[in-house]
C-alpha cells in the first residue's frame, strides 16, 4: 500500500515506522529470537554476504579508494562469524524496555509510573563499514526500536545482502522486515533529505568522520546525536610519575591511532618538560610517531620537531601524529583543552590530589581521567557490554552509548476519575 | 574584553560562556545564595519593574495587541510576589547535580562515577512572557546552568528591567553578571542567529506556540528540545463510566483551555456515543463550547454540530472547541491518535482491564492516562516542584522538565596508570 504523495524514501520510512510500532509491543524473547535467527542466517548465507562484498570491493579498487579503507569495507568468513557472534552477545545483555524507573501515587490518588520504552525509529547515517548495518540493526532491534540505515556508497552491495538477511529472520521470527530499512539510493540528496524525515525519525545517529558528523548538524531538522569526534589531551603535571606518564601516552596514541579515544595533544607542565619530553619521544620513536610542537617543545626536542599550528591543535588525526604544548600551569592547559577539546576524553596525569579534584571538576568532557590512558573510553570497557557509538553532547546520553541510551521514557497514570482543581 | 571577530550576538554568548564555566564549580549555597537575593530585590525594586512593565503595555496597547496577550504581559505587585515565591520555592527543591547515579570499579582497578552535571548553557526562546525570564533563569542557576534568553519584543523593557535585577543580584552573590544573558535585539535575524549558535550553546528550549517550535526546529543547528504543543485525545471506550467520562472531559476540555494539556478531540466508542453524547453536550454548553463533528456526531447531536474536518483534527485550539469523532472500536481511535497527537497527553477511559493495558502500551505519548483527566501533565502535579516545559519529544527529556532534566552527566575515572590492552 503505497501513499502516491510519499517519496520513494518517505514510503520506506512510513514502512519502517509502521514496523516499529509492531516491534514496540514485542516482548523480549520475540526479539531476541529475531537476532538469533540474524546471527544463524548470517552464517547460512554468508557465500551470498562475500559474493555482495567482493563486488563492492572490485568497485572501490577501480575507484582507488585507500588500502585503510578497502580493509575497513573487506568481510571474510571470520569476520561474519565475529558479527554473528557479537549478535549473540546481545541477546545475553539486559532487555532495557520496561523497566520502572520511577513511581509515586500522587495526593489524589492517580498511580503514576515511568516506564522506559524504545525511541521508536532510529536513523544511522555511516560509512563504508559493513559490519555497523548489522551491529546497529541489532542493538535497535534489541531496544524495540525499527532502524532507518544509510550507510557509504562503497558498500551497498554488501549492506544489500546483510539487509536481505536481516529480513528473512524477521520475517522467520514473526516481525516485520521493514524493522531493517536500508536506504539503497547511497545519493547526498537523499542523505539530506533522510535528515529532514521529521515525523518519520524519532533521533538520527550519525556514525564517522568529522565532515560527516557536521554535514548531519548542519542539515538536520530531526534531533541528533552527535558521536565520535575525538580531539582527546593529557595533561602531564609536575610531579606526575614520569614513567607511568611514558606508558600512558605511548598506550593512548599507539595502541589504535585511528580510534576516536586515542590522545592527539599532550600538555606538558614547564617544570618537567626537559625531563620528560626526551624520555617520551624514545618511546614513541619506536612507532615512528610524527611530532608537532610549541616553541618551547621544540628548545628542548630540537628543530626537528615541525611547529605546532592553530590547525594543528584542533586536528583529530586518528594517525601517528601527536601534538605537544609546554604549558606553565595547569590553569593553562585547562584553557587550552576547553578551547580546542571535542568534549570526549580528558586525562590529567599527577600526583596532586587538589589537582586532580579541580581538573575533573572543571574539564567538560564525556570521559575525564586520572592518571589512566583515554583509551578506556567505550561501552565495552565501561561494561555496558555493547554500544551504538560514543556521544560527544550533552543531551539525552553522553559517552558511550548502549542499550539504555537507545531508549525514552513514557508516564504511565492510572486513576479512577480524578480531574485537576 | 571583547573579541573583534565576534558579532555582539557571539560577545554576549560568549560572557554567558565563561559564566557557566564558573557556576559549573559553584556549591548549591552559592546558588541558592544568588536565588534568594533575586527574590528580594524583586521586592526591592519593584517600582522599576513596574515602569519598565508599564512602557511594554503601553506600547502593545498602541500595536493593538489582544487583551489576552495583554493580560499574560501585564506585571502587577502580586504577579512580582508571585514570581519571587517561585523563587523561594526552587530555592527548596533538592539540588540536582553532583549525585552520582552510576559506578563502578573495573576489571583494571579503574574508578569509575558517573556524575550529574550542568549542561552547561541554556538558551530559551520565548513569547511575551516576562514571568518566564526570571522563572527560566532561577531554574538554570538552580541547576548550575548559565543562560541565554530571548523573549518577545512585546516584553523587552520588562526583561531587561528583570535581568538589571538578577545582574546586581547575581554580582551581590560574587557569581558573574552574565549568568543570566538577555539578548536585547529582538529582531528575526538575531532569533535565527540564536538558534545556530554552536560551540555556545548547549541546548535551546523553545517555550511557545506550534509556529515559534516549527521555527526553531526548521532553523537551529543546536540541540533542541520541543516542548509544549499538545493535541491531546480522550478515548471514550464502551462500558466506560458515563458520568465519570462527562467530569473528565468537561475538565480535560474547560478547567483552562489556553494550556498545553487540555483535550482537543474526543473519540467516542459507537456503542456509547448515543447515550454519551447528549449528556456531554449538555454539560459543555455550560461554557459555550463550541463542536466539530465527524457524520456520526453530527447524526447523534444535530446538523448545528460544524463538521470536524483534517485541519480541525490536526490543530491545538487552545480554546472552548471541541472536536469529536465517533470510531468502531479502540483500533480506530489508536489510528487517529497515531495520525493527529503531538505525543503529549492521551486518555482512554475505560473499565475494560485489558484495553486499559493495550492503550498505555500501544499509545505512544509522554503521558498516557487511564480514567483521569489530560490536566494532569505538569511538572508541580507529577511531584517535580517546577519545570521549565514540557517536552514533546523523546531525546533526553519528555513530559514535565524538572531540575533533573537540565543535567548531563560526566564519567569520571580515577586509575594508577592503567593502559588498554
Not at 243 to 251: E, G, L, S
Not at 280 to 301: F, P, S
Not at 365 to 390: C, K, L, P, Q
Request: glycine share 8%; charged share 20%; net charge negative.
Amino acid at each position: 500500500m503505497t501513499n502516491p504523495g510519499l517519496s520513494p524514501l518517505e514510503t520506506l520510512a512510513a514502512s519502517v515506522k509502521e514496523a516499529a510500532k509492531v516491534l514496540n509491543i514485542t516482548s523480549s524473547q520475540q526479539r531476541n529470537d529475531a537476532i538469533s535467527r540474524i546471527a544463524e542466517n548470517l552464517l547460512l548465507y554468508q557465500e551470498e554476504i562475500l559474493v555482495a562484498n567482493a563486488a563492492d570491493i572490485a568497485a572501490a579498487k577501480k575507484n582507488g579508494i585507500t588500502p585503510a579503507m578497502i580493509d575497513r569495507l573487506t568481510l571474510t568468513p571470520e569476520r561474519i562469524i565475529g558479527i554473528a557472534d557479537a549478535c549473540r552477545q546481545v541477546i545475553s545483555l539486559p532487555d532495557p524496555l520496561g523497566k520502572a524507573d520511577y513511581g509515586t501515587t500522587l495526593q489524589n490518588g492517580l498511580e503514576m509510573v515511568r516506564v522506559k520504552v524504545p525511541l521508536g525509529v532510529i536513523g544511522i547515517i555511516y560509512e563504508a563499514r559493513p559490519n555497523v548495518t548489522v551491529d546497529a540493526a541489532v542493538l535497535c532491534l534489541k531496544s524495540g526500536n525499527a532502524c532507518l540505515l544509510k550507510g557509504g556508497k562503497e558498500a551497498i552491495h554488501s549492506n544489500m545482502a546483510f539487509t536481505k538477511v536481516m529480513a528473512q529472520s524477521l520475517a522467520e521470527a514473526g516481525l516485520p522486515t521493514h524493522c531493517v530499512g536500508l536506504i539503497e539510493d547511497t545519493s547526498r540528496e537523499t542523505a539530506t533529505q533522510m535528515m529532514r524525515l521529521n515525523g518519520y525519525l524519532d533521533v538520527l545517529i550519525p556514525r564517522g568522520g568529522a565532515g560527516l558528523i557536521r554535514a548531519v548538524v548542519e542539515n538536520a531538522t530531526v534531533p541528533v546525536i552527535e558521536t565520535g569526534v575525538g580531539n582527546c589531551h593529557i595533561y602531564v603535571d609536575d610531579g606526575a610519575d614520569l614513567t607511568m606518564a611514558v606508558d600512558i601516552i605511548d598506550n593512548a596514541k599507539t595502541s589504535r591511532p585511528s580510534v576516536c579515544n586515542a590522545v592527539e595533544t599532550i600538555l606538558v607542565h614547564e617544570a618537567i618538560a626537559e625531563e620528560f619530553l626526551p624520555l617520551l619521544k624514545e618511546r614513541l620513536d619506536r612507532h615512528q610517531v610524527a611530532w608537532r610542537g610549541c616553541k618551547k617543545t621544540q628548545t628542548i626536542l630540537g628543530t626537528v620537531i615541525q611547529p605546532a599550528t592553530e590547525a594543528d591543535y584542533a586536528t583529530e588525526y586518528n594517525d601517528y601524529i601527536i601534538c605537544c604544548k609546554v604549558v606553565q600551569h595547569m590553569e593553562e592547559a585547562i584553557a587550552h583543552i576547553d578551547q580546542y577539546s571535542t568534549r570526549h576524553s580528558e586525562a590529567i596525569l599527577t600526583n596532586d590530589y587538589r589537582r586532580s579534584q579541580e581538573f575533573t571538576r572543571r574539564v567538560d568532557a564525556a570521559a575525564v581521567y586520572v592518571n589512566a590512558s583515554t583509551r578506556f573510553t567505550d561501552g565495552g570497557e565501561f561494561g555496558f557490554g555493547a554500544e551504538i557509538g560514543i556521544s560527544t553532547q550533552k543531551l539525552h546520553a553522553r559517552g558511550p552509548m548502549g542499550l539504555e541510551q537507545l531508549t525514552s521514557w513514557k508516564y504511565i497514570l492510572r486513576g479512577n476519575g480524578q480531574t485537576r482543581q
